[in-house]
């Protein structure tokens, strides 16, 4: 799941910077590791909830053995706070949460389309994305209401 927060660059033309909900991370409770600093590289192991999105179920310094999807990133912050259901920043609650940005924050789209992006409801907007196994990822669609918007050509 994602939310889209700023549509242009007036240098690098039509974008959207996307807020995912795995890019803030509540420590308590998941497997791996508990101390970060911002800067430091992070290897978040991915599962599915009920709707088939990706939640977190594990927060490692290093990449950890075993099957499952682990997606590689950055912490830029170690006080986080959480978007709630309707998308707005909920900062009431104990800050032991980190935020994580793992490459797929911006994505650029043709001219004239980010704007309508950005004022689509959040829970309208989402993507897909391919991770190897390294845990390197890219965006390769844009769905809205589950509909394809933008794709990326195959490389």
């Known amino acids: 799941k994602t939310a889209p ?20 991370i509540e420590l308590a409770g998941l497997d791996g590791d508990k101390a970060f600093r911002r800067g430091d590289p992070i290897h978040v192991r991915l599962g599915a909830d009920a ?31 959480r978007f709630g259901e309707d998308g707005a920043s ?14 797929l924050e911006n ?4 001219q004239g389309s980010g704007r309508a992006i950005e004022r689509t409801e959040r829970r309208r907007v989402e993507i897909v994305a391919a991770v190897s196994s390294s845990g390197e990822a890219a965006i390769k669609r844009l ?13």
């Open 51 to 81: 709707e088939g999105f990706a939640v977190v179920r594990g927060a490692f310094r290093s990449r950890p053995a075993g099957a499952g999807t682990v997606i590689a990133g950055r912490v830029s912050s170690t006080v986080a706070c």
């Open 107 to 110: 994505y650029f789209v043709p």
């Open 90 to 103: 909920d900062c009431g609650q104990p800050n032991s949460r980190l935020r994580v940005d793992y490459g």
């Open 143 to 155: 769905l809205i209401d589950g509909k394809l918007v933008h794709a990326e050509p195959p490389y």
């Open 5 to 24: 927060v700023d549509p242009r660059d007036l240098f690098r033309g039509d974008y959207v910077v996307l807020g995912y909900e795995i890019g803030t």
